[in-house]
């Protein structure tokens, strides 16, 4: 069996537009409490998110907005 030795990556972020973020999350039928209740963090975190502009975040938070947008839908 041939092992290819993997290397943790760290800091991998994306980019996101904070209109984009309130806009799925109302799609999703979500209030900003509710979102980042279900997420794991604050209101004032999710608010800052959904402020209009471009914001980078971790890929952890990018990938519980997907998972929970889209159990949510």
């Known amino acids: 069996?041939?092992?290819i030795p993997a290397t943790y990556v760290q800091d991998v972020?994306?980019?996101i537009q904070g209109d984009d973020v309130a806009?799925?999350?109302e799609k999703a039928g979500l209030s900003q409490?509710?979102?980042a209740a279900l997420c794991g963090w604050a209101q004032a975190s999710q608010s800052r998110l959904e402020r209009p502009?471009?914001?980078r975040v971790d890929l952890y938070t990018y990938r519980?907005?997907?998972v929970v947008l889209n159990r949510s839908r």
Request: glycine share 6%; proline share 0%.
């Open 33 to 35: 409490t509710r979102l």
């Open 23 to 25: 806009q799925a999350r």
């Open 1 to 3: 069996m041939i092992h």
């Open 13 to 15: 972020h994306v980019l």
């Open 64 to 66: 519980r907005l997907q």
């Open 53 to 55: 502009g471009e914001h």
